[in-house]
């Protein structure tokens, strides 16, 4: 799973969509973010740049491709 802060989340979709109500609507057809969290065998979180996204995805790739 990954995760973004709220506020920072709002903002990336405010610089794709104009309306901030559209973002409400999807959030609210989304099961929370913590129970999406209790559900997933990885956590990534978002909140910094593509680079370090990048950066945690090899490191869980990795852990995956070593437990086979």
Do not use: H
Not at 24 to 36: A, G, I, T, Y
């Amino acid at each position: 799973t990954v995760l973004t802060d709220e506020t920072l989340a709002k903002k990336r979709f405010s610089l794709k969509q104009k309306e901030t109500e559209d973002y409400e609507q999807r959030m609210q057809r989304q099961l929370p973010p913590s129970r999406k969290a209790a559900r997933s065998d990885f956590i990534i979180m978002n909140n910094g740049s593509l680079q370090q996204l990048k950066e945690e995805v090899s490191k869980i790739n990795t852990i995956i491709m070593k437990k086979r």
